[in-house]
């Protein structure tokens, strides 16, 4: 079901919004929800968070098919935060998700994941803690 609903597209599957003030409890939410033993949290750069998470073993063995992926490093969904400064010194929240497959030969394939009822919890949540959310 996961890959049927899945789409390999350039642009991330994402949600949006603007806060007043530094989202601090969405951020520090964002990494303590990252623990299971099935996820790894990462940061890549100051503004980003990322929760890469193994899927479920039929999913995975039909991702690496259907994509040339490779069983060495196996495909996983990733849920990223970014939280940028804007200039009119307001806070945007962007959280996306996507399918990483790496590949034996060749970059990784990053395929959208999209999941309405995903997307309108987290909307909410946005919406919960402050924010104001942009419709792009």
């Known amino acids: ?3 049927a609903s899945c789409t390999q597209d350039v642009a991330r599957y994402h949600t949006a919004a603007v806060f007043p ?3 601090v409890a969405l951020i520090e939410g964002f990494e303590s929800a990252c623990s299971d033993q099935t996820e790894t949290f990462r940061r890549p ?5 990322q929760c890469w998470v193994y899927l479920p073993p039929d999913v995975t063995a ?6 040339d992926g490779t069983h060495e490093d196996l ?23 996507y399918i990483n ?13 999209k999941d309405e009822a995903t997307q309108r919890s987290i909307s909410r ?5 402050g924010g104001e959310p942009i419709r792009e």
């Open 1 to 3: 079901m996961i890959v």
């Open 125 to 129: 949540m946005l919406d919960e803690l």
């Open 101 to 113: 497959i790496p590949r034996p030969n060749g970059p990784d394939v990053q395929i959208v994941y």
């Open 62 to 67: 039909a991702l690496i098919l259907v994509h």
């Open 75 to 97: 495909p996983q969904l990733v849920l990223q935060l970014r939280v940028m400064r804007q200039t009119d010194q307001r806070y945007r929240a962007d959280i996306e998700n």
């Open 21 to 23: 003030e530094r989202p």
């Open 45 to 49: 750069d100051a503004e980003t968070a």
